[in-house]
Each structure stands twice: as structure tokens, then as C-alpha cells.
């Protein structure tokens, strides 16, 4: 195991077009590390640098105590893990899982225990004389991870390992990846698209954005507390809810946007450092969707914003209710960027100019299409963003 550094890491490409912008990422022995991010982000690049399969132009890249840049990644001592399986085809389970070690002259004695062991970690001992062809998608990525596992190598890296797979398969798959994780205790850098993959997967997850790092941090600071308007708008599903709006004090301080006004408590003007000095100006106002209820059943004291429901997405477990705003969207690049490649989250098209909101409230609510809705909103948790620079108001990181 070992701790990868990047230090002030540059990858430029013929024509100037950087993939990897001043990239500064330390992470520790062991630790699960998820690099996110939308498509063209940089986070492929990162990785491929970090395996020497892209020679980087500037900085450094250290694995374990050792600086890396100049070696070949046959002898970084990482092994990886592809999209595509990468299997040979005319062997079986058996001989791919051992082909590394035999190509390491490592003997025979201890292949034929590694594998065993491998095997019997990922459930492939019935499979070991299978070839590639007669497995299912899941089998074949399993077969993949052990190819790396029987290694040993200080670190896994992993480039959408199971972007290839259904959705249900991805789900357990995610399972299976943290328990390895927690029975290997390997040093893990995880790349992927999907942001819920990046939560669920990563002790830490670093977002990225035309080659620059946004914001690293555990799973739920990302979410609880973006850096700024990018790193809220991507991380989340369905994606947090933006609006212009002005920080007003009358009887007490309130938020008001799109004819509507929530009053804030005090306790949050004080706890984001700065934002008092917005007061009477615009700003950025972001809502999760789950900080949304049905007003029936949420707490008294909630600020109510009565809107009208325009659709209703009932999930079972809980219901999505899409409603507009009469108010532009916000334009502002960070946010475009942020929703650009999101298939899941696709922006619903805007009807005369108006910005569509989504709630997350309880299945057992009675809001329907078509009706006014009285919904409960947590305020607790606003997000405020500078007009200007998209950045987080009172973000200790922007102080």
C-alpha cells in the first residue's frame, strides 16, 4: 500500500489544449479516492497519469516515497482496472488471473495460491475453466478486479470499471467494490461520470472541471457544503435547485426570489462568515430538493411556498414534484457545465422563460399535476453563491 501524491501537475496537449491544469491531490495510504467530474473534466487524464500512460509536462507524481514521472507503468507497482475487461479471450479464468504473476516469474507454488484466493474472494471458483465468452458482464468484471487483486500491487486504479454494466448489476457491483476495499485496505483512485457512483464508492471524492480541481472532500461535505456553484450543481440527485434572488432583513432576515419570500434564521446568516454583507443585494439562492416537503407533514416551523405543481414524479419511496418558478434561469456557466453530460439529469425544457424547480417529499403526499401544492422548505441548509464569481458565500475555503 502507499499514499499517491500529485504535485502542481500539468498535462498540456499538442495545440495547447490542457487536460490536467496545476492538479494538487494527496491521498493516503489506503483510501478510497474517487476523481469525478463531467466528460472532457480531466479526470481520465489524471488517472492515465498517475498509471504513466500519459507522460505528464510539468509537476510530479509520487507513489508510496517514490517520484514516479520517469518510470514505466510496469514499474509503478499499480494495477488496473478498464471499462472494457480487457480479458484475453482464447484463456481461460483461470490462466488470465495468473498471467501477470507469470509474467513477474513468480512461482508457481505461490500463483496457484493466489489465485485460489483470489478466486474464492470474488465467488469464481466455478468458473475457473470458463473462458471470458461463456460469462456474464458481472463475471467478466470480477475476473478483471482479480487480475488486479492477485498482484498485490500498492495501489488499484480503476477507469469506470462498471460503466459497461446494467443498472442493477452496478449496484451490487458498488457493494462488492466497498467490501473488497475494506477486506484489502489498498489504496483505491476510482474514476467515473456518475456522481452517485462517486458518492456511494468514494471515502473522499474530488471533483474536477476542465482539468482543475473544484473541491475535495467526503461525500457528504460536498453535498452539505459545495465550494461553489459547479461543485452544487453537480453533486446530487435530482440536482439542487438554483434561483436569483436578495438577502432582505424586515422582521428578520429572508430570501426573496420569484415572488416568493423565505425568511432564514439568524443562526445561518451568522454561520456563513460574510454573508450579512449581502444584505439588500442579489445573490444566488440553491435548495436541494430534499430539503422540500409536502407541508402536511413537515415541521411547523418551515417557511410554506405555495406553488403550482406541474408534474409529478411518484418513485415509490417518495415523490418529485416539478413545478416553475416565474423567473429566468440563472445563467451562469458553472451551473451549464455542471449539467452538461448528466443524462440523468437532464434540464426539462423551460416553458415562457421560466426556471423549473424540483421538491422531494414523502410518498404519502396528495400533490397531483396541475394543483397548487403547499410545500415546507428547510432552510437550514440554503445555499448562497456570489452572482458574479459562482463561489460560496461564508465556504471556508472562499474566506
Known amino acids: 500500500m502507499a499514499q499517491i501524491v500529485l504535485d502542481d501537475v500539468d498535462k498540456v496537449y499538442p495545440g495547447g489544449v490542457a487536460g490536467i491544469d496545476g492538479l494538487n491531490l ?31 509536462t510539468s509537476g510530479t507524481i509520487t507513489i508510496g516515497n517514490r517520484v514516479v514521472n520517469d518510470l514505466p507503468p510496469k514499474d509503478r507497482d499499480i494495477a ?37 484466493e483470489v478466486a474464492k474472494m470474488l465467488g469464481l471458483e466455478e468458473y475457473l475453466k470458463r473462458k471470458p465468452a461463456a460469462l456474464s458482464g458481472g463475471q467478466r468484471q470480477r475476473v478483471a478486479m482479480g487480475r488486479a487483486i492477485v498482484r498485490e500491487p500498492q495501489a488499484f ?10 443498472a442493477k448489476l452496478r449496484v451490487s457491483m458498488r457493494a462488492s467494490l466497498s467490501q473488497l476495499h475494506d477486506r484489502l485496505g489498498v489504496t483505491t483512485v476510482y474514476v467515473t461520470h456518475d456522481q452517485v457512483e462517486a458518492m456511494t464508492l468514494g ?55 420569484a415572488g416568493h419570500k423565505l425568511a432564514v434564521s439568524d443562526a445561518l446568516l451568522a454561520a456563513r462568515s460574510g454573508l450579512d454583507s449581502y444584505l439588500g443585494k442579489e445573490l444566488i439562492i440553491g435548495i ?40 429566468p434561469p440563472v ?40 394543483t397548487a401544492a403547499v410545500l415546507a422548505v428547510d432552510t437550514s441548509n440554503m445555499q448562497f453563491f456570489d452572482l458574479a464569481s459562482g463561489l460560496s458565500i461564508g465556504h471556508p475555503a472562499n474566506r
Not at 478498464?82 to 504473476?101: C, D, R
Not at 440536482?239 to 436578495?246: E, Y
Request: aromatic share 8%; hydrophobic share 40%; proline share 6%.
Open 80 to 116: 488496473m482496472v478498464f471499462q472494457n475487461y480487457a480479458l484475453y479471450p482464447h484463456m481461460t479464468v483461470e490462466q488470465n488471473l495468473a498471467f501477470g504473476l507469470q509474467q513477474r516469474k513468480t512461482p508457481k507454488d505461490e500463483i496457484k495460491r493466489r489465485v485460489a
Open 26 to 56: 494527496h491521498i493516503t495510504d489506503g483510501e478510497f479516492m474517487v476523481l469525478v467530474g463531467p466528460s472532457g473534466c480531466g479526470k481520465s487524464t489524471a488517472l492515465r497519469s498517475i498509471a504513466g500512460l500519459e507522460e505528464i
Open 288 to 327: 436541494r430538493p430534499s430539503d422540500f416537503e409536502d407541508a402536511s407533514f413537515a415541521e411547523p416551523s418551515w417557511p410554506r411556498l405555495t406553488v403550482q405543481s406541474s408534474v409529478t414524479e411518484d418513485l415509490g419511496s417518495e415523490v418529485h414534484v416539478i413545478f416553475a418558478l416565474d423567473t
Open 157 to 166: 486504479l480503476m477507469d469506470e470499471p462498471l460503466s459497461n454494466l446494467d
Open 203 to 257: 471515502q473522499r471524492v474530488c471533483v474536477l472541471r476542465d482539468g482543475k480541481l473544484q473541491q475535495v472532500d467526503t461525500p457528504q461535505a460536498l453535498y452539505n457544503s459545495p465550494v461553489n456553484l459547479f461543485v452544487a450543481g453537480f453533486i446530487g440527485s435530482p440536482a439542487m435547485n438554483f434561483a436569483t434572488g436578495r438577502l432582505v432583513r424586515d422582521d428578520g432576515p429572508a430570501v426573496v426570489f
Open 331 to 370: 445563467q451562469h456557466a458553472s451551473i451549464t457545465d455542471a449539467r452538461a453530460g448528466d443524462d440523468e439529469d437532464e434540464t426539462i425544457p423551460l416553458a415562457d422563460n421560466k426556471t423549473m424547480w424540483t421538491a422531494r417529499v414523502a410518498a404519502r403526499t396528495g400533490i397531483r399535476p396541475g
